[in-house]
């Protein structure tokens, strides 16, 4: 019995359960996968107790994603180049840390209408938090030639941007429809648009129609960027199969298989948002 799970603080309304339970189900593999409660102060002791008890590993969200470093062995370079990790691989006493947000980020995008090729042109990113970083960095890692980043608050973003280096231009939040010119993807990475949030207000006048839109938001499925966007003939791509994706290589390295994201497991794993 391989036993993994996810740690996080609060954790009761994660997905991540759903999701590897479908795929435990479907690939008929003897296991588990559980929503684990740690608070901050108990993290370390915590991660010995899921070793001892024979843990294959764990995701980790908020708030564990950067402070669960220092407990580790090993940790990749994209994640330290990140600042976060957010799977861990518990094997022969080690603990080995890495970051597959980018990578279902990019798997998400090529997923969708037509694919979706970074070097196509200038990538605007809205936010400057620790999503935006794992994004960022894919877009570069993909070829991006070039990186708009607004935030609200630009001096998170000048950080961000020194951090990554490349070719990162950081944007003031006013000048965000004024970036939109030329792009080959608008994604939104800040929780504006969020269910309980503040909208995103953004003019979409300046953005090409043949421009990808995404927005890693997925309570709503289809924010009002999306839905704004597609009105006018962008193609969209929703959040949902970024959490998808980035959960093929924990649940490869855990379980021994290597998963697939379907039209089956995407309707599996929606049925399970809180309305």
């Given at each position: 019995m391989?036993?993994?799970?996810?740690?996080g603080?609060?954790i009761?309304?994660?997905?991540?359960?759903?999701?590897?339970?479908?795929?435990?189900?479907?690939?008929?593999?003897?296991?588990?996968?559980?929503?684990l409660?740690?608070?901050?102060?108990?993290?370390?002791?915590?991660?010995?107790?899921?070793?001892?008890?024979?843990?294959g590993?764990?995701?980790?969200?908020?708030?564990?994603?950067?402070?669960?470093m220092?407990?580790?062995?090993?940790?990749s370079a994209?994640?330290?180049?990140?600042?976060?990790?957010?799977?861990?691989?518990?094997?022969?006493?080690?603990?080995?840390?890495?970051n597959?947000?980018?990578?279902g980020?990019?798997?998400?995008?090529?997923?969708?209408p037509?694919?979706?090729?970074?070097?196509?042109?200038?990538?605007?990113?809205?936010?400057?938090?620790?999503?935006?970083r794992?994004?960022?960095?894919a877009?570069?890692?993909?070829?991006?030639?070039?990186?708009?980043?607004?935030?609200?608050?630009r001096?998170?973003?000048e950080?961000?941007?020194?951090?990554?280096?490349?070719?990162v231009?950081?944007?003031?939040?006013?000048?965000?429809?004024?970036?939109?010119?030329?792009a080959a993807?608008l994604?939104?990475?800040t929780?504006?648009?969020?269910?309980?949030?503040p909208?995103?207000?953004i003019?979409?006048?300046?953005?090409?129609?043949?421009?990808?839109?995404?927005?890693?938001?997925?309570?709503p499925l289809?924010?009002?960027?999306?839905?704004?966007?597609?009105?006018?003939?962008?193609p969209?791509?929703d959040?949902?199969?970024?959490?998808?994706?980035?959960?093929?290589?924990?649940?490869?390295?855990?379980?021994g298989?290597?998963?697939?994201?379907?039209?089956?497991?995407r309707?599996?794993?929606?049925a399970?948002?809180?309305?």
């Open positions: 391989i036993k993994a799970g996810v740690i603080w609060p009761t309304h994660s997905l991540s359960p759903r999701l590897h339970g479908y795929w435990l189900d479907q690939y008929t593999i003897e296991g588990t996968y559980q929503a409660p740690v608070q901050p102060e108990n993290l370390g002791a915590s991660l010995r107790e899921f070793q001892d008890a024979g843990y590993g764990l995701n980790v969200t908020v708030p564990h994603k950067e402070t669960v220092e407990f580790l062995h090993e940790v994209s994640a330290r180049r990140i600042g976060a990790v957010n799977t861990i691989v518990m094997q022969d006493g080690v603990l080995k840390g890495s597959t947000d980018g990578f980020f990019m798997e998400n995008l090529k997923s969708g037509g694919g979706f090729d970074a070097s196509q042109g200038p990538a605007v990113v809205l936010g400057a938090g620790g999503a935006a794992a994004i960022v960095a877009l570069l890692d993909n070829g991006a030639p070039e990186v708009r980043l607004c935030n609200r608050s001096g998170r973003a950080t961000l941007a020194a951090d990554l280096g490349g070719p231009g950081v944007w003031d939040w006013d000048e965000r429809a004024a970036a939109l010119e030329g993807l994604v939104n990475t929780t504006l648009g969020m269910r309980g949030n909208p995103l207000e003019p979409l006048e300046a953005l090409p129609t043949d421009t990808l839109v995404n927005d890693i938001v997925y309570a289809q924010t009002d960027l999306l839905v704004a966007a597609a009105r006018r003939g962008n969209v791509v959040g949902i199969g970024m959490l998808l994706h980035q959960a093929r290589p924990g649940f490869a390295a855990w379980f298989v290597k998963p697939e994201v379907t039209a089956g497991l309707a599996h794993v929606l399970g948002l809180v309305p």
